[in-house]
């Protein structure tokens, strides 16, 4: 039987980071094979879909999640993050949490994830199998991160026994300076690099954590990650909200990953990460949503919506990260970041990752630049269709992959047990 080449109409697409008009997608397969003006379809060789008032971008990179949470989405809120940790999150974490309760929340947060354009994720959390199980059903990608919050060795030999295919990729994951110490966190950078393993963790989020830091070691966090080669090796580092002059400059000479997490700084009040300055120095950024419990959302649209503003309001210029910029944190620069190669970007040779941005609403009426609509007009609502390796995952806002009705009802059934 030949398989037909399927071959995507749009009025925008994305392509080469560039807008090209009235365009076809061209793809053979998982692989995009290019973009044509038309198309001539005398020989049958293509089968076209038409996305008519739409775009196409490349499906968004999410670089730091705990998606495994969002079972305790709103649980806790309006509180500072230590507080928030210790007497609320850690107490329910080890009360409840189990395979099937990371394979249900993973799933409810990958039904976020698809509505909002969102293919991979870079998660941290407990029980990598049921993450890895909900990621084949639904057929996304993920980089699971083999956690270290006490035992460093056991993080290790995890690592050596887990299967990683194509979609689904494996991480070390100290959680942080102040909880798993300066020794652990080096222990796992040693073990990392030579195998050129992502390394994966929090980095400045607060003030008190850099106060601790401080304390143990007499230097600030950053410092202590560049001494222990946590900046020349494979690695990402979330938050990164309170740097010196002298650790910026240094994050950007060594173009170190950043994944910025606005959205649960802003609500957790720890402050704002100074992206303006990490970018123009030379570092990497790319966008995170954290958890669902510290956001409340896991909508990478939404994050791209408060990244775009709040630097020009701290800036007190309107043109600092335009909205392009902003796009290419969550596209290029976050496959960039994790690897993901061949993803990011729509080109020749790169994989079908797509999703549909309809401008049928109002509020996406009229269109000058689908990029403006894409950062500052649009909501999930509006994604209508996603492809991925080529596969449809959702058609007409209907995920094909995985029940979201199902998965919705399993979750609100556990909620009703969860208390402290
Ligand atoms: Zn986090």
């Known amino acids: ?29 998982d692989i995009i094979i290019g973009i044509a003006d038309n198309i001539d379809d005398s020989s049958n060789e293509y089968e076209v879909t038409r996305y008519e008032n739409s775009a196409i971008f490349p499906t968004l990179i999410n670089t730091h999640t705990h998606l495994g949470m969002s079972l305790f989405r709103g649980f806790a809120d309006d ?11 850690w107490k329910v974490e080890k009360k409840y949490i189990s395979e099937e309760f990371v394979h249900l929340a993973t ?5 976020e994830m698809i509505r909002s354009g969102t293919s991979t994720a870079n998660e941290m959390y407990f029980y990598p199998n049921a993450t890895s199980k909900a990621f084949t059903e639904a057929k996304l990608r993920v980089i699971i991160g083999f956690g270290a919050l006490k035992s460093v060795d056991n993080a290790i030999e995890s690592i050596e026994s887990f299967k990683t295919t194509n979609k689904i990729r494996s991480a070390l994951c100290p959680h942080a300076l102040y909880t798993v110490g300066k020794e652990g966190v080096k222990q796992l950078i040693d073990y990392a690099k030579p195998r050129d ?5 929090h980095l400045a989020e607060t003030v008190a954590e850099v106060e601790i830091v401080k304390e143990k070691y007499g230097s600030t966090p950053a410092l202590i990650i560049d001494e222990i080669g946590g900046f020349d090796c494979k690695s990402i580092f979330a938050h990164a909200v309170h740097l010196t002059d002298e650790e910026i400059s240094i994050m950007g000479a060594k173009n170190v990953n950043v994944s910025h997490c606005i959205d ?10 100074p992206i303006n300055a990490l970018d123009s120095s030379g570092a990497n950024i790319t966008i995170g949503t954290d958890g669902a419990a510290s956001n409340n959302d896991q909508s990478m649209l939404s994050e791209m919506g408060t990244v775009v503003k709040i630097h020009k309001v701290i800036s007190n210029n309107a043109s600092v990260l335009p909205a392009e910029k902003v796009l290419n944190f969550s596209t290029t620069n976050a496959a960039n970041a994790l690897g993901f190669t061949d993803t990011g970007i729509l ?61 919705k009802s399993e979750a609100r059934k556990i909620a009703k047990t969860i208390k402290i």
């Open 107 to 111: 799933l409810l947060s990958i039904i």
């Open 79 to 89: 509180l500072e993050l230590m507080t928030w940790l210790k007497d609320y999150i």
């Open 264 to 273: 649960s700084n802003l609500k957790l009040a720890s402050g704002i990460a």
């Open 347 to 407: 080109a020749k040779g790169k994989q079908a990752d797509f999703f549909v941005l309809s401008f049928d609403s109002a509020h996406m009426t009229p269109v000058y630049n689908p990029i403006s609509h894409l950062l500052y007009s649009a909501n999930n609502n509006d994604i209508t269709d996603m492809v991925i390796g080529g596969e449809v995952i959702m058609k007409d806002r209907v995920i094909l992959t995985i029940d979201e009705e199902f998965i």
């Open 197 to 201: 393993i992502l390394i994966h963790t």
């Open 1 to 29: 039987m030949i398989v037909k080449k399927k071959v995507y109409y749009a009025d925008y697409i994305y392509y080469n980071n560039k807008i090209h008009k009235n365009s076809y997608l061209l793809t053979d397969r």
